[in-house]
């Protein structure tokens, strides 16, 4: 009696115990990086009460020990632990992260029908069993999602360094990015593997060289500080302009601070650690780990065990049997899923998770959302790209807000600001306390400082080594420099290999020459030059003695002789006209053209006379002719006025800067003029090329009679007019360009210098820079500079000469009229026996009556008043009276046409009619 009642309280025990048990659902972990999750109470604390979670990895278990690469072994152990373990429902299985043993484990298990749960990357495959579900983002939609956001950046060209095989699955939708083109002459889009051994300096150092300035980077968190650190010892974080893009999903934990960059670094995460749904589960799951050192893998395996704690309440609220079941490796046939929660799974939709809402499509995780940070300001997304939407990215910055950040980054970066000496771009300071930027002073200076404080930068002057264009180019390509100021040349050929900003300043290749001095183009006495000056003295010499012949044959001509009493047809006497005088007067109004009032009647005089006027004729044609074209031929010769005239002649050399923009301009232009002067420039010998303007304008000034002329921009040479008076421009412009400032390819900060210069330019600001350093900032007076208008006229300094002549013709008829006049004086003065002051008193005053057109033959020192007493002289010989004035007018110039008996005679009748009229008077 006393053995039942025991047997059967045992037996109420065992019941009462079996009915109280909790069903035992175990999950099986591979991975010695699955250490023991400390929040395992908590996910029982949120299954069904009858059921409880074991997570099977214990110190005395070996399946965390798995090899990576032994199959064999992998599911030796794994079949033992499975045919061994009678201590609840084996209910999933976390795949390890190696792809190898995974491969193995995921077939037993869909063999086994158990559910297999993956929380990495796993590469596309086209099938999957129906048992695996995979929690990392599907590949296909990450790798769609990545082109996307890349896309966004809009960079035109860029560099993958991946670590593994898989990152090249992860790109495909990337490199479908770069279309065929087969007029392409680079690959817009340079991959390379990172180097196994961790050292990547000569690929960083080789994307350096190549001006790659968009950078993406796919490998493991755990290595990217490294590649940032050797990126730092090949100076590849220097550059502002220079971003870096991260794909793993774990970059943003990362503390890039150290790095003490201003370089754009965005990454990837699928899970915002600031957003307070993420907080509320971190805060319980997760209360030892800040918000943002929580991984994915963490957060995906939490989140893993969440949905299958969600799928067993589920069965357990249908009354599901999670109760031990025998499964073995070597079964004849296939397990089925007896409880359902594969199906389960298939068919969740479950939000409240750390990485957002969890669904399943032939086992893969459809729904996740991508979120593009900028590590130095994490807490909101730039852009944003849903599954559910994958062709769209959702920017959530303006461009206003993209400005102002870019500005941030810049603000906080030290420009460094390249240039080359050269007025008035750039001097050095001669004062022996200056350092770093003012040491230089000039437009560059000036202009770069004006943009700084426009928009509040910093920077810092450097000279390029060798002081070229060629080694500024360098200086820009290589990233050593941020931005390139002097006269810098916006050409086609700089362009496909730098950056330049909106142009500062507008100008064209022009013409410096030199202004041709007074002595050697001017010349007041040129009309004289058509004629040598031999051929001037014999047509003066041929005057005179033609003169004196016609004179000679004159006298002996019988029809020269005339009656000088025409109304005296008796009169015993003939005069001849014909003096020395009368025939030079003759000559020269031949010669001149202008004719005379006397001319020859004889025969042999006339034959003479025509003999001049043909010798004047020729004379005095082939002087006009040969004096117009004289004049031009000086003008042609001497004075250059534009591009076609200076490559027509041959005797101005023509040159210009050796390896310059201008040197491209005439290399390549498809003007036949241009090549021609450019096919004659590299022939010259010696060379026209100099190795700088400098060296251009001194050799335009030292070359003697202005014989080379030097193509030159026209800033360049209104800046040397200013300061060199003997300097010239011919014509206008050959070509148009515009200065800029360069910097390095994509650079993030162009648009911020092309604001800064739009407001310079619109403000007047830049034309205040130009003219302070072009005319106000110079040594010695400014050049004064008389813009005559070009004409083909003759100018004063070309028949100055005539007037000249005509000045001294002038000149000289008033010293003889003067000597004249005096002769004359003393002459009356003898002869009326008065004294030389009181004759010439006399006429002097009667010379200033200009309204007297008569007068007295003798002078009347001192008059008596009329009375009325007084006998006028009505019996006076007015023809005597005439003849006594002409008489006494003559001067020693005139050749008289009487005998000198014949004057005596005349005289001394005028003096006896002198004598009665003053006796009448005096009664």
Same mark, same amino acid.
């Given at each position: ?150 896309? %966004? ?31 392409? !002459? #680079? ?20 994307? #350096? ?31 502002? !302009? ?17 790095? #003490? ?130 062709? #769209? ?35 050095? %300071? ?159 109004? %031949? ?15 006339? &034959? ?81 090329? &100099? ?233």
């Amino acid at each position: 009696m006393g053995l039942r009642i025991a047997v059967l309280m045992c037996c109420l025990v065992t019941f009462s115990h079996m009915s109280s048990a909790k069903d035992r659902v175990r999950i099986a972990f591979f991975d010695e990086n699955q250490e023991n999750i400390a929040y395992l109470d908590l996910l029982n604390e949120d299954l069904d009460e009858r059921v409880e979670l074991i997570l099977d990895n214990s110190e005395t278990s070996d399946l965390h020990k798995l090899s990576n690469s032994d199959i064999l072994d992998a599911k030796r152990k794994f079949c033992s632990f499975i045919e061994d373990t009678n201590d609840g429902h084996l209910g999933a299985v976390m795949a390890p992260k190696s792809q190898t043993v995974s491969s193995i484990l995921e077939s037993i298990s869909a063999y086994l029908n158990i559910p297999y749960l993956i929380t990495s990357w796993r590469p596309r495959r086209d099938f999957s069993p129906e048992n695996v579900f995979n929690l990392y983002p599907d590949t296909d939609l990450f790798s769609r999602g990545l082109a996307r956001l890349i896309e %966004s950046f809009d960079w035109k060209e860029f560099a993958i360094l991946y670590e593994d095989d898989d990152g090249l699955l992860r790109f495909q939708d990337t490199l479908k990015i770069q279309k065929y083109d087969k007029d392409i !002459s #680079k690959n817009k889009i340079l991959i390379q593997k990172l180097d196994s051994s961790g050292n990547n300096r000569p690929i960083l150092k080789r994307l #350096k060289q190549l001006s790659v300035n968009r950078i993406i980077i796919d490998c493991h968190a755990d290595k990217i500080m490294d590649i940032f650190q050797q990126a730092l010892d090949v100076d590849l974080l220097a550059d502002v !302009s220079r971003s870096f893009f991260l794909t793993s999903l774990d970059a943003h934990m990362l503390n890039l601070d150290e790095l #003490k960059s201003n370089v754009n670094i965005t990454t990837l995460r699928l899970f915002n650690p600031h957003e307070e749904s993420f907080r509320n589960i971190a805060n319980k799951y997760f209360p030892n780990i800040p918000y943002n050192k929580i991984t994915v893998e963490k957060a995906l395996m939490l989140d893993a065990l969440l949905v299958l704690t969600y799928c067993i309440n589920e069965l357990k609220a249908q009354n599901t049997d999670f109760g031990f079941r025998e499964v073995n490796c070597g079964a004849n046939e296939k397990y089925t899923d007896d409880i359902g929660l594969i199906s389960m799974m298939q068919q969740i939709e479950r939000s409240g998770t750390l990485t957002g809402p969890i669904s399943f499509q032939n086992g893969k995780r459809d729904k996740f959302v991508l979120e593009v940070i900028e590590t130095l300001n994490p807490l909101s997304p730039i852009g944003i790209w849903r599954s559910e939407n994958p062709d #769209k990215v959702m920017l959530t910055r303006n461009a206003t807000q993209r400005e102002e950040e870019t500005m941030r980054r810049l603000r906080a970066h030290n420009f460094i600001v390249t240039s080359k000496l050269g007025a008035p771009y750039l001097y050095l %300071s001669d004062k022996p306390d200056a350092y770093k930027n003012s040491r230089f002073y000039g437009f560059s200076m000036d202009l770069i400082t004006e943009i700084a404080k426009e928009k509040n930068l910093t920077f810092e002057f450097k000279i390029t080594e060798g002081g070229s264009y060629d080694s500024l180019m360098k200086d820009l390509e290589e990233r050593r420099a941020d931005l390139g100021i002097c006269d810098f040349t916006i050409t086609p050929q700089r362009r496909a290999t730098v950056d330049f900003s909106m142009p500062f300043m507008n100008l064209g290749i022009s013409i410096l020459h030199k202004q041709t001095t007074q002595v050697e183009v001017d010349n007041m006495y040129a009309f004289m030059r058509p004629i040598s000056w031999k051929v001037w003295f014999y047509m003066t010499f041929l005057s005179f003695a033609s003169s004196l012949t016609m004179f000679i044959v004159a006298r002996m001509a019988q029809r020269e002789w005339e009656n000088p009493k025409p109304w005296d047809p008796e009169s015993k006497e003939l005069e001849n006209i014909w003096t020395v005088k009368n025939f030079l007067w003759l000559s020269l109004g %031949s010669i001149t053209a202008q004719g005379c009032d006397i001319l020859p009647k004889a025969v042999p005089t006339r &034959v003479i006379a025509a003999s001049w006027w043909f010798f004047s004729l020729i004379i005095m044609s082939s002087y006009t002719a040969n004096l117009a074209a004289f004049l031009t031929m000086q003008k042609r010769d001497f004075t250059i006025d534009s591009v076609e005239e200076l490559a027509a002649q041959s005797r101005v050399k023509y040159g210009l800067l050796e390896n310059g923009s201008t040197q491209t301009f005439f290399q390549t232009s498809n003007n036949p003029l241009y090549q021609k002067m450019w096919s004659t420039m590299k022939n010259e010998k010696p060379s026209v090329f &100099v190795s700088g303007n400098l060296s251009g304008v001194d050799r335009v000034l030292s070359t003697k009679n202005a014989l080379y002329a030097y193509f030159m921009e026209s800033t360049g040479i209104e800046f040397e007019m200013e300061r060199k008076c003997d300097l010239r421009r011919i014509g206008g412009l050959l070509d148009s360009k515009s200065y800029g400032i360069g910097m390095p390819l994509n650079a993030d900060y162009r648009h911020t210098i092309n604001s800064a210069i739009l407001v310079l330019q619109e403000s007047g600001k830049l034309m205040t820079l130009k003219e302070k350093w072009w005319k106000t900032e110079r040594d010695g007076e400014p050049c004064n500079r008389v813009v005559e208008e070009e004409t083909d006229a003759l100018a004063l300094s070309n028949v100055g000469g005539i007037f000249i002549v005509l000045l001294v013709g002038i000149g000289l008829a008033y010293v003889i009229a003067l000597f004249e006049f005096l002769w004359n004086v003393r002459q009356l003065s003898i002869e009326e026996q008065l004294s030389y002051m009181q004759t010439l008193k006399c006429e002097i005053k009667f010379a200033f009556r200009i309204f007297e057109k008569k007068k007295r033959v003798k002078p009347v020192p001192s008059e008596p008043s009329a009375s009325t007493n007084s006998v006028p002289v009505h019996n006076f010989d007015q023809m005597s009276v005439t003849r006594s004035v002409f008489s006494k007018s003559a001067t020693l110039l005139n050749f008289s046409t009487e005998p000198d008996n014949v004057l005596r005679h005349r005289r001394r009748r005028f003096s006896r009619i002198s004598r009665t009229s003053s006796h009448l008077r005096s009664q």
